[in-house]
């Protein structure tokens, strides 16, 4: 089967550092993406992985180990605008690669507090 | 450069009722998607569309119907509305499929099926 897991809520303080886990079990594997959703709103991208190690992106970065199932995202620096749902989402290979059909977990609420 | 829009934002049926949202893209995206999120459960994929005049089933297909007659137009239909439907329907496209290549997502329509 299909499974994407995450934390369901977070708090953390402003200008601290926060990571947000996930662990997927999925037919195949071809890549990893967090996107962000405020409130309300579309989710946008972030970031990609596909290859284990760290990805950097300013104050956002994620980490993929393939062998382990495990991602991270780690964003630095938080601010008040940091708070919103982080998504993880999952590319099979078996169908995904031909169709880019992405499967994914039921997100994270990150609050930034004062 | 409007991205993917969605049409309507909003709208309330009643059980029984049919209707349709629309979906543009105007990135000359081949591939086209349609999603429900709904609280607890992350984004379903529902129906999907890898180029003009194709369409797929996806996670969630059951009560919906879809169509892709030109390539910057996604159509989801409802035949017959029910309140398990009531959700917010987010449509999303990509360029290609496999490498980076993220999905842009809409700004979703919110159903409400009474």
């Known amino acids: 089967g299909q499974n994407i897991d995450q934390p369901t809520e977070m708090t953390a303080t402003e200008g601290a550092i926060v990571q947000i886990n996930c662990t997927y079990q999925?037919?195949?594997?071809?890549?990893l993406f967090w996107y962000q959703q405020h409130a309300g709103e579309a989710p946008t991208f972030l970031s990609y992985n596909v290859l284990d190690g760290l990805e950097e992106k300013g104050r956002f970065s994620s980490f993929l180990s393939r062998s382990k199932g495990y991602s991270y995202l780690l964003l630095k620096e938080l601010q008040m605008k940091d708070s919103a749902s982080y998504l993880c989402a999952v590319r099979g290979s078996n169908y995904g690669g031909a169709t880019n059909k992405l499967i994914f977990g039921t997100g994270t609420l990150l609050a930034v507090q004062p | 450069n409007a991205g993917v829009t969605q049409t309507p934002k909003f709208r309330v049926l009643k059980t029984g009722q049919s209707m349709t949202l629309l979906c543009a893209q105007d990135?000359?995206?081949?591939?086209m998607y349609w999603y429900r999120q709904d609280p607890g459960m992350g984004l379903r994929l529902i129906h999907y569309?890898?180029?003009?005049?194709?369409?797929a089933k996806g996670e969630v297909p059951d009560g919906y119907n879809v169509s892709r007659l030109k390539k910057q137009n996604f159509l989801l239909g409802l035949e017959s509305a029910a309140p398990s439907q009531t959700s917010v329907y987010f449509c999303a496209s990509s360029y290609s499929a496999g490498g980076s290549y993220e999905q842009y997502f809409g700004p979703g329509t919110r159903l409400t099926v009474t």
């Open positions: 999925t037919s195949g594997f071809n890549g």
């Open positions: 990135m000359n995206h081949e591939y």
């Open positions: 569309s890898v180029g003009e005049g194709t369409t």
